[in-house]
Nanobody, 127 residues
Framework: QVQLVESGGGLVQAGDSLRLSCAAS????????IGWFRRAPGKEREFVAT????????YYADSVKGRFTISRDGARNTVFLQMNSLKPEDTAVYYC????????????????????WGQGTQVTVSS
C-alpha cells in the first residue's frame, strides 16, 4: 500500500511562508490524486488543495486560493504545499491523503474518496 509522510510544519508568524511536503512510498503516484486537508482546533477537518496526477489538474479551497500552491515532483514521488501569506486561521494539523482511483478528467475534493492518509504535521501561525 502507499505510505505518506508529511513534513515541513512549524511555528511561523502571520504573513510568513511555509512549504509542506508529502512523500509517498510503496506506490508511484502516476495514477493517484493527492489531497491536502487540515483540522483546526475545534473544527472539522476540511479540504485544502488537491492535485490529480492523471490529468495534472489542481483545485483549491476558497479560503486558501491565491495563497497556497500545490505541486508535484514526479522523480521524488512527492507533493508539496507552498503556503504564503499565512494567517492565524491557517493554524491546523495538515494531512496529505491519496486517492488511488481519481477521475480521469476532474479532481477529488471529498475526504471520503481518499483512502490513505499521512500522520499530519502541525502548522501554527501566530499573530
Amino acid at each position: 500500500q502507499v505510505q505518506l509522510v508529511e513534513s515541513g510544519g512549524g511555528l511561523v508568524q502571520a504573513g510568513d511562508s511555509l512549504r509542506l511536503s508529502c512523500a509517498a512510498s510503496g506506490r508511484t503516484l502516476s495514477s493517484y490524486a493527492i489531497g491536502w486537508f487540515r483540522r483546526a482546533p475545534g473544527k472539522e477537518r476540511e479540504f485544502v488543495a488537491t492535485i490529480n496526477y492523471r490529468n495534472g489538474r489542481t483545485y483549491y479551497a476558497d479560503s486558501v486560493k491565491g495563497r497556497f500552491t500545490i505541486s508535484r515532483d514526479g522523480a521524488r514521488n512527492t507533493v508539496f504545499l507552498q503556503m504564503n501569506s499565512l494567517k492565524p486561521e491557517d493554524t491546523a494539523v495538515y494531512y496529505c491523503a491519496a486517492d488511488s482511483s481519481p477521475p480521469i478528467m476532474g479532481v477529488t475534493t471529498r475526504e471520503s474518496e481518499y483512502a490513505y492518509w499521512g500522520q499530519g504535521t502541525q502548522v501554527t501561525v501566530s499573530s
